[in-house]
Nanobody, 120 residues
């Protein structure tokens, strides 16, 4: 039921940085784990990172050490700081609960996502 609106994407050069924002239409306090996902053309959507209410984080190996996920339950916001971007980071980025399965009550509709393009 909660809707998510992603923003902050854009065109950046390799080595550049972006900060993505995810605004939820309702409270995320009850969503135990929130995550960022991405989908590149011709590939399935994959998990980038997730964070619990207690601040426990998990990252895909491909972004570990470069990306930082955070959340602000009071503002119903989730963020993804992306540094040292490379060509393989090019994708549409989405936020949603983790895990993205119907049995998870926090899992909502997929938003439009925000495009991140890394190009020289």
């Amino acid at each position: 039921q909660v809707q998510f609106v992603e923003s902050g994407g854009g065109l950046v050069e390799p080595g550049g940085s972006l900060r993505l924002s995810c605004a939820a239409s309702g409270s995320i306090s009850k969503i135990y784990r929130m995550g960022w996902y991405r989908q590149a053309p011709g590939k399935q959507r994959e998990l980038v990172a997730h964070i619990s209410n207690g601040g426990i984080v998990n990252y895909a190996d491909s972004v570990k050490g470069r990306f930082t996920i955070s959340r602000d339950n009071a503002k119903n916001m989730v963020y993804l700081q992306m540094n040292s971007l490379n060509y393989e980071d090019t994708a549409v980025y989405y936020c949603n609960a983790w895990p993205p399965i119907n049995d998870n009550p926090g899992f909502g509709s997929w938003g439009q996502g925000t495009q991140v393009t890394v190009s020289s």
